[in-house]
């Protein structure tokens, strides 16, 4: 048959540099990945056959073979599952049909530190070109179940790749490897000794469920045993890291792990991992979520979303049920009684776990907030059964230091007179430390929470209360100090000012009046109680929803020398035009004090310059 030769996509043409030039200290883990895959293949082609009773396929004997030669300097992973069409060859493996190699790329020349180099590789789900590190050359080899041609891949990892059709390929998928030369040196072993192949296959692949075969022999390398269906007391934690990575393709061990067994009407295990970082994904909109689904040992999903809510997105792992349908669809899945049962069990367990951690493992917990905080407050929104749990596990940025705090320690630190739980969301500390509306808080030792996540914006608007204190923000409504309220003859000084400041400025606001939360500012502008925030606005905005605007209300200070002196202006001459102008440049002060937009940039610096030219 005629060979095609072709280019690597760009982005693999780099990744393939990276793996050829060594970023790995542990190379051992090629065979890991490539054991992963063959194990994967053979999970589908059971279910395919499952499903489809006229598919033709030999599933008599799904296994792993693994053949060395010491005299070729070869090694050769086979198995005779689903195997690949001549477009699956190209999309896989020509190119890496992966949204997020760009990012992962940019990262790598970004690090200096190679350790995190190695680290960064596995998030991104690459690990068939781990291969090149070992190899100088590899050859693929597969043909599709119920199809009869089969295809032929080869590169040197050098930019190109050649494929071709061929007709006596066996089903399944055969990768040969032509190894490199043992260099100690560079922690390249010889991966033609049988010893080694033995010791590879037991440290990172004991739990696969199907025998990895080596050469002739029938005995299996491998256990085979179901890490989830074993004792706790019979598994070590190396296994379960290891068992981590192969179903989260993640090179770092997890920071906890769940076993769990449900007895009685609906029987299943499940063996779920709280990673140590956050995939690069994590936000995408695209990002794949859900742990893997077994029915009797039996793989039938990766990604099952309908056992995990979207908050917890970052848990990975297996659940192993025993009473379902081998054919189970995904739409099915999200209306059965029984998934929904164990999902809410497995919710349950996860932030019980999250709770112990944070009791009883400060340093964990805090790593595990650093890298899913922003996840988990999405529950605030979504999941209402669990709300409390949920805000028991928040730890939030507040003006009492740098560390984070949880809400049961503010109110423990709250005042005697203090009713509310203050916060204030933003978009950077800085601007929420550096709002006016601190003022009175700070000056009279109020702690206040520093809210500056997008969900921030959200959840706050769902979540009243906390240990039967209101959640109060410090931008919005009147706020009670303890201060006695402005005197009558205060109010009535400056009722005309007010009147005629809501009159010019009534396109921008829709009140103007005293403040009791300002010390040292002139100004600040404040929403209604129930009024959505300029954060939260601009994000709905950002997302293509028109929103009608929302006029706030303008405070002034009244002890300020600038609200004095123009109230005596307007008392002076109240039709003074230049009293129109200082109205629109209080407003403007106000706005820009919280990190707001001006309508009118341009005007807004003109009336600056004017003024400080007048005063010169």
Known sequence: MSSETLEFQAETRQ??????????????????ELISNASDALDKLRLESLIDKDLEADTSDLHISLEVSAEDRTLTVRDNGIGMSRDDVVQL?????????????????????????????????????????????????????GETGGTRWESAGEGTYEIEAVDDAPQGTSVTLHLKPEDPDD???????????????????????????????????????ALWARPRSEVSD????????????????????????????????????????????????????????????????????????????????????????????REILQQDRQIQVVRRRLVKKVLSTLSELRENAAEKYGTFWKEFGRALKEGLIDDA???????????????????LTSLRDYVSRMKEDQKDIYYMTGESRAMVEHSPHMEAF?????????????????????????????????????????????PAEQQEEFAPLLKYLGEKLQEDVKDVRLSSRLTTSAACIVGDEHDITPTLEKM????????????????????????????????????????????????????LAEGGELADPARFTRLVADRLARSL
């Open 15 to 32: 990744l393939l540099q990276l793996m050829v030039h060594s970023i790995y200290s542990n190379k051992d883990i090629f065979l890991r």
């Open 385 to 403: 059964d669990n709300r409390d749990a949920l805000l028991d596990l928040l730890l939030l940025p507040s003006t009492a230091g740098s560390e």
């Open 540 to 591: 709905y905005r950002a997302m293509g929803q028109e929103l009608p605007r929302t006029k706030r209300i303008l405070e002034l200070n009244p002890t300020h020398p600038l609200v004095t002196g123009l109230r005596s202006a307007f008392s002076a001459a109240p039709d003074d035009e230049g009293l129109v102008e200082t109205a629109e440049l209080l407003y403007g002060v106000a706005l």
């Open 187 to 225: 922690q390249l072993h010889d991966y033609a000794a049988d010893w080694k192949i033995r010791e590879i296959v037991k440290r990172y692949s004991d739990f696969i469920a199907w025998p990895i075969r080596l050469g002739d022999s029938d005995t299996p390398l491998n256990s085979m045993k």
């Open 93 to 145: 493996i020509g190119t890496i049909a992966k949204s997020g190699t760009a990012e992962m790329l940019r990262k790598m020349r970004e690090s200096k530190d190679a350790a995190a180099k190695q680290e960064l590789i596995g998030q991104f789900g690459v690990g068939f070109y781990s291969t090149f590190m070992v190899a100088d050359k590899v050859t693929l080899v597969t043909r599709r179940a």
């Open 442 to 486: 700070l000056a009279k030792g109020y702690e206040v929470l520093i809210l500056t996540d997008p969900v921030d914006e959200v959840w706050v608007e769902r979540i009243t209360e906390f240990d039967g204190k209101p959640l109060q923000s410090i931008a919005k409504g009147q706020v009670d100090l303890g201060a006695t309220e402005t």
């Open 238 to 329: 190396e296994e379960y890291h290891e068992f981590y990575k192969h179903v989260s393709h993640d090179w770092t061990d997890p920071l906890e792990t769940i076993h769990m067994k449900a007895e009685g009407a609906f029987e299943y295990e499940a063996l779920l991992f709280i990673p140590s970082r956050a995939p690069f994904d994590l936000f995408s909109r695209d990002g794949k979520r859900g742990v893997q689904l077994y029915v009797k040992r039996v793989f039938i999903m990766d990604d099952c979303e309908a056992l995990t809510p979207q908050y917890l997105r970052f848990v990975k792992g297996v659940v192993d049920a025993h009473d379902l349908s081998l054919n189970i669809s």
